[in-house]
């Protein structure tokens, strides 16, 4: 049974650059959400998706941010122009609908590095 | 004003010595759900137990222990004879019903066991 996959796990990027991390759910698990984590913090919610509608974003989704899930399936989070307080650890997590809070399992995250 | 408060940002036992976790959350909704999650050095969350407003019922497994009391609005944790894989950072968190289906995370307690 495999869990939340995320690739790359490691991304070092210059200002000013683009990037897309990918993100594949358990497969059984309708629900997606993605999470940033800087050093010392807990993780903060970003945005959530039921299959492929994007039901809720947090104020601190930037217009440079962007996250789809075109099949309901995997999910990309991009980032356009990247700044130096984007550096940062980006979770995502799925979850089931079955029960109204279901609990929310996590992939090994994407660390980035903006330079 | 933050959701969940961790107060203990790191704690340092030696192998075997019994450790608890503090944690408080604040809330006005009267269906909630809380959770504790480990996360390792590896960085990937590891979800440990899930506990709704109107379970108040301790819960035991194996080492770990949880101690809710909404009275005081806690949710602590407890490890019992503590050993050096228990080294990590544990979050709590808590989801509200009625503010979407986001995670509100403390900022973490780090647990450093020392053999």
């Known amino acids: 049974d495999t869990g939340v996959s995320q690739d790359p796990r490691h991304k070092i990027t210059k200002r000013g650059q683009n990037v897309t991390f990918r993100c594949d759910p358990i497969?059984?698990?309708?629900?997606l959400y993605w999470y940033r984590q800087t050093l010392g913090q807990g993780p903060e919610f970003l945005t959530y998706?039921?299959?492929?509608?994007?039901?809720?974003k947090s104020r601190l989704l930037s217009d440079r941010f962007s996250a789809e899930r075109p099949k309901g399936s995997f999910s990309t989070l991009e980032i356009q122009r990247t700044e130096q307080g984007d550096s940062a650890m980006y979770l995502c997590?799925?979850?089931?609908?079955?029960?109204?809070?279901?609990?929310?399992?996590f992939g090994p995250g994407t660390r980035l590095l903006v330079l | 004003a933050q959701k969940v408060t961790q107060a203990q940002t790191e704690i340092s036992v030696v192998e075997k010595e019994d450790v608890t976790l503090d944690c408080v959350y604040e809330t006005r909704d009267t269906t909630y759900y809380l959770f504790w999650y480990k996360q390792p050095p590896s960085g990937e969350l590891v979800f440990l137990i899930r506990?709704?407003?109107?379970?108040?019922q301790n819960e035991i497994s194996g080492r770990y222990s949880w101690n809710f009391q909404k009275s005081t609005s806690s949710f602590n944790f407890t490890i019992t004879a503590s050993q050096v894989v228990d080294s990590a950072v544990y979050f709590c968190a808590l989801s509200e019903a009625n503010t979407g289906n986001q995670f509100y995370f403390g900022t973490g307690t780090s647990l450093t066991v020392i053999p």
């Open positions: 998706f039921q299959n492929e509608a994007q039901l809720e």
């Open positions: 997590a799925s979850s089931p609908t079955s029960g109204s809070r279901g609990t929310q399992y």
């Open positions: 497969s059984e698990h309708n629900r």
């Open positions: 506990r709704n407003s109107f379970d108040e």
